[in-house]
């Protein structure tokens, strides 16, 4: 049996593994996977919720349960999306207009919580701006859209009405 001495935190997991572990939790559910992909495409907020521990993590195998015969790895990790207005009012996270209007959005998509949508787009810049009608269009299903007939044939899968934008 494994003795765990410390819990695992956000802070301490390579990026990459800290953003699959949240995806982990989120895949099926569009809204989510939206919220986790607007901060992860951001490239701010992940290690900065991490660095203020509002991002709970665990290990995919039981650490006190019976082996697998799999090695232990962080298996999954949540925001903690009610905390977040807290923490900011606070000061315990801080980011510009554009980074809060983002944080906002995620948090909005993920638990609803209400934005003035009109209020928030308007004070992105224009990468931020593609990111949250990506985030948009992803939460809406488009990305498994197909096709109507319209355009290619019935069921064909058509692209996303807003990608991603490429990353850096």
Known sequence: MRTVLFPPRAVDLDPVDLQNALLRVAVGDYSA????????NDGYWLPTLAG??????????????????????IGWAQVAWTDLDA????????GS?????????????????????????AGLD????ALLLAAIAHA???HEHRSTGVVGDVGDP???????????
Do not use: F, H, M, N
């Not at 996977?33 to 992860?40: C, G």
């Not at 203020?52 to 790895?73: F, H, Q, S």
């Not at 923490?87 to 801080?94: N, S, T």
């Not at 058509?158 to 850096?168: F, I, M, N, T, Y």
């Open 33 to 40: 996977e939206a919220a986790v992909l607007l901060l992860v």
């Open 87 to 94: 923490a900011v009012r606070q000061g315990r996270i801080v």
């Open 97 to 121: 207009a554009g980074q809060l209007r983002l944080l906002r959005a995620a948090a909005s998509l993920a638990e609803g919580q209400p934005v003035a949508l009109g209020d928030l787009a």
């Open 52 to 73: 203020a521990e509002l991002i709970a993590v665990d290990y995919d195998d039981d650490p006190a349960g019976p082996p697998t015969g799999r090695p232990a790895g």
């Open 158 to 168: 058509v692209p996303p009405l807003v990608p991603w934008p490429a990353g850096e």
């Open 126 to 129: 224009r990468p931020r701006l």
């Open 140 to 142: 809406g299903g488009s």
